[in-house]
């Protein structure tokens, strides 16, 4: 009699031990994993929202002319492509009438090797923008030495200056007198320093992986900013026409020393 | 003799004792089925959302899948160059600017035979060497580089000396060009 007076206090308090033993923890567990339905659905929700966006994008880019696709290859190509670098600089001395003297390319190599990039991290998923720098020393009037800095200012192939020496020659080379004719104003020679970058294709990239790691690119992307303006204002204010890439031509010689 | 109780209990009094133990026993199963229906529907819960979130990350999976294509994969390596591009671009002083500045204020009697630029973290150095016919006429010039706009600062003369020719005087002069965005 007195085990089933005392039942319901014993029951009570086993009562009470299940629901902070066992229902406390399991409703924390499901707050928790209500908190992540919430976010996969947010999550969800811009997804379906972000696929419109890329599949506008997609539309836009389709639709863009060959033209400016160039232009934006171009500028950032996916290798270093420092033959096409050395025409666009030649195609500029020989717009302006200036001399080319020298040019240098500043380990290129160096740049790429030193890249110290933690496995698994965005940028191993990402290509890093690589930046090479070239000095080019040229001779001519000042008027054609600055027509010559316009020209290499808007390359297709995107330059960004650091140093410029404009200096007055006393002594001219027998080659250059032959070669270059100033009619105003004394012989100078300029020397240009200015980087140039290219920026490597990741074939293996993989657009989910980007996604969970926040990738600002594809952010932009999911949320429907394809940045097709850069284009025109690239165009209008750098670049005034696309540069198009040299070929080799038909190459093979027997004597390679003969002229 | 020994005492028989004959007595049933109603009439013994203890019938209030067997209906409290009752009650005690329906109470404490009541409180136990309460505490264990509470648990089960938590768990119950716990599980449907368990499964929403399995839905929900299949779901996220197979449309980021479905995003890997290579139409994607290039309209991406477009917008990353598009995105170099703009930072490049909004970081880019143009030299050729800078020159025409310089050519707008300078005086006609001055002759530049050394003009140097060096690009610094948010300004470009300006060194330039310019002949002119006296110090009067070098002041003048300082003054006029100085009014190229609020973009220059600190412009100063660094030297001067006697032309080499010997007609004129020498004057270096270096100021900084800040970057305005």
């Known amino acids: 009699m007195k085990l089933k007076i005392l039942f319901f206090p014993i029951a009570l308090f086993v009562a009470f031990m299940i629901t902070i033993f066992f229902t406390k923890p399991e409703w924390d567990i499901y707050q928790e994993k209500q908190e992540e339905l919430t976010k996969l659905t947010m999550e969800l929700d811009d997804l379906k929202s972000g696929n419109a966006s890329i599949e506008n994008a997609t539309k836009k880019f389709n639709s863009l002319t060959p033209d400016q696709e160039s232009l934006v290859l171009n500028a950032i190509p996916s290798e270093e492509k420092n033959d096409d670098f050395l025409a666009e600089v030649h195609k500029s001395a020989e717009t302006s009438g200036v001399f080319i003297i020298s040019t240098k390319i500043k380990n290129p190599q160096i740049n790429r090797a030193n890249r110290n990039i933690l496995p698994g991290s965005l940028a191993s998923m990402t290509p890093t923008r690589t930046g090479v720098t070239a000095e080019v020393s040229v001779m001519g009037s000042y008027i054609d030495i600055a027509e010559f800095v316009k020209e290499v200012d808007s390359h297709n192939r995107f330059t960004t200056p650091r140093e410029l020496l404009i200096i007055e020659q006393q002594v001219i080379a027998d080659v250059a007198e032959e070669e270059i004719s ?38 932009s992307l999911l949320s429907g900013q394809f940045k097709t303006g850069i284009i025109e204002d690239y165009q209008n204010s750098i670049t005034r026409e696309v540069f198009r890439p040299v070929s080799a031509g038909s190459a093979g010689k027997e004597d390679i020393f003969s002229r | 003799m020994a005492k028989i109780n004959l007595k049933s209990n109603e009439m013994s009094g203890r019938r209030p004792n067997s209906q409290g133990s009752n009650k005690s026993l329906v109470f404490g199963i009541v409180s136990l089925a309460v505490g264990l229906a509470v648990f089960g529907m938590v768990r119950y819960l716990t599980i449907q959302t368990e499964n929403q979130n399995e839905e929900a990350r299949a779901e996220v999976v197979q449309l980021e899948n479905n995003m890997n294509t290579d139409d994607v994969k290039k309209l991406y390596d477009f917008q990353d160059r598009l995105i170099e591009i703009e930072g490049l671009m909004d970081n880019k ?28 973290s948010s300004k470009t150095e300006i060194d330039a060497t310019v002949v002119v016919e006296n110090h009067v006429e070098l002041a003048k010039q300082i003054e006029a580089f100085s009014l190229i706009g609020s973009e220059v600062e ?15 005087i020498e004057g270096n002069v270096i100021f900084y ?5």
């Open chain 1, 182 to 219: 100033v009619e105003n104003g004394s012989m100078i020679k300029c020397e240009l320093t200015f980087d140039f970058f290219s920026k490597e294709k990741n074939e293996k990239l993989q657009i989910a992986n980007l996604i969970r790691a926040n990738d600002p690119v594809i952010k």
């Open chain 2, 93 to 120: 002083v143009s030299q050729m600017e800078l020159l025409e500045k310089i050519e707008r204020h300078t005086l006609p009697a001055t002759r530049f035979t050394k003009l140097e630029f060096e690009r610094q």
């Open chain 2, 154 to 168: 600190n412009v100063f003369l660094s030297s001067s000396k006697i032309n080499r020719e010997g007609s004129g």
């Open chain 2, 177 to 181: 060009y800040k970057d305005i965005k």
